[in-house]
């Protein structure tokens, strides 16, 4: 039971360069979303998906592409890599938006040069 | 939404019971207390949630109050591998807010021999 998996691990950006961050889960959680983490900030929500076809922004959404196409896989684009979105982004999945628990992946550290 | 107010520290003898508080005084009636832990470079890990009963799984149990204004999160055999930061939050059951997570500073929870 794989859960959440996330690819790649650790990524080094030059500023504007272009990248996608890989998601994919085998729960059948029709509920997905990113994050990112810095320090002293918490988790800050980017994009979310309540199902294929659908998605919507979240706190911090700038810089960020999201597409949904299947249940399984919600990948994270970057469109022009700023220094600033040097982070640690996570991506959950959750059964439904209502009393179930969120389930994260291990995270991917991105450093932007 | 609620606040979370947590030790920023503890330590813990390995076997014996760890015992984590938390105040959420601004609770409100559709929020639930959900606690995770994040090991350093991991992903956020689900633990155990509950609205207004005592709760138990195979990780933890889950005391809150009467009033709902705090909680306690017990690790019944503290070991070695339980080291981590331990986050206490409320989370909204809202169509709109099932992915927004406030995250606060958490307590970091050291197991020692």
């Known amino acids: ?113 | 939404d609620a606040k979370t107010t947590q030790p920023p520290s503890m330590d813990c003898a390995e076997g014996r019971a760890a015992n984590l508080p938390c105040n959420h005084s601004t609770i409100s009636g559709n929020e639930y207390v959900y606690w995770y832990r994040q090991i350093h470079s991991q992903g956020p890990q689900y633990i155990i949630h509950g609205l207004k009963n005592n709760e138990t799984n195979e990780m933890a149990s889950l005391i809150i109050t009467e009033d709902r204004k705090s909680s306690t999160l017990i690790l019944p055999h503290a070991t070695l591998r339980d080291t981590a930061v331990y986050y206490c939050i409320v989370r909204p059951m809202t169509t709109d807010s099932w992915g927004k997570l406030q995250f606060g500073a958490g307590t970091q929870v050291v197991v020692t021999p």
């Not at chain 1, 650790?10 to 085998?26: E, P």
């Open chain 1, 1 to 113: 039971n794989a859960g959440v998996t996330q690819t790649p691990k650790f990524q080094v950006l030059k500023t504007g360069q272009s990248m996608t961050l890989q998601c994919a889960q085998d729960m059948n959680h029709e509920y997905m979303s990113w994050y990112r983490q810095d320090p002293g900030m918490g988790l800050r929500l980017i994009h979310y998906s309540v199902g294929a076809g659908i998605t919507d922004q979240g706190e911090v959404p700038n810089g960020y592409n999201v597409s949904r196409s299947t249940t399984e896989d919600f990948p994270l684009r970057l469109l022009s890599a700023a220094p600033s979105q040097t982070s640690v982004y996570f991506c959950a999945s959750t059964k439904n938006g209502f009393n179930s628990p969120l389930h994260f992946g291990n995270g991917t550290r991105l450093t932007v040069t």
